[in-house]
């Protein structure tokens, strides 16, 4: 991946980021290009080695047929639940580690319809919101749209409205959306 300033990317843990600036340093004698990255929504900047950046998990925002998944992802059936809390609440919290949209997405589903039929305890109340987050930042990049209509797309999705109602379709995924 080509790395250039004002280049929007996205940060596995700290969501989307601006690079603004690319710099060569010297390490132990050797140059090494750095890209420096300014996190929205915090008073953040961090700079990650370029040829590093892949393995952190810097990308680029989702393509429309990666968010096409994720939102699918969203109305699947729910996968088989632990009932010990503990266990649940520990399965959850890896899924949400690895920083992959998919395994969150599957926690943002399942923790959803739990909160919706049997209510959820504060720390999974918590989780939740940590789940949705960067869901909510990718979906408001992905679509241009601000933070609240795209936690509300979400929403949206998860209660069961057609991917098409957003722009969606199988014939074409360059639909404009609403």
Known sequence: MQFTPGQLVVHPHHGPATIADRKVRKVKGDDVAYITL????????????ESKAEEVGVREVCDRVRLRRLLEIIQEPTT??????????KANQEKIATGELERVAEVVRDLGRRRDSKGLSMAEKD????????????VALALEVDQDRATEILELVATGTPLTEFGFSEENED????
């Open 38 to 49: 300014q996190i929205h929504h915090q008073d953040l900047t961090i700079s990650i080695p």
């Open 80 to 89: 088989s639940e632990e009932q010990q809390w503990s266990r649940r609440m």
């Open 127 to 138: 989780l939740f919101r940590d789940a949705q987050s960067p869901l909510v930042a990718e």
């Open 175 to 178: 639909a404009a959306l609403v």
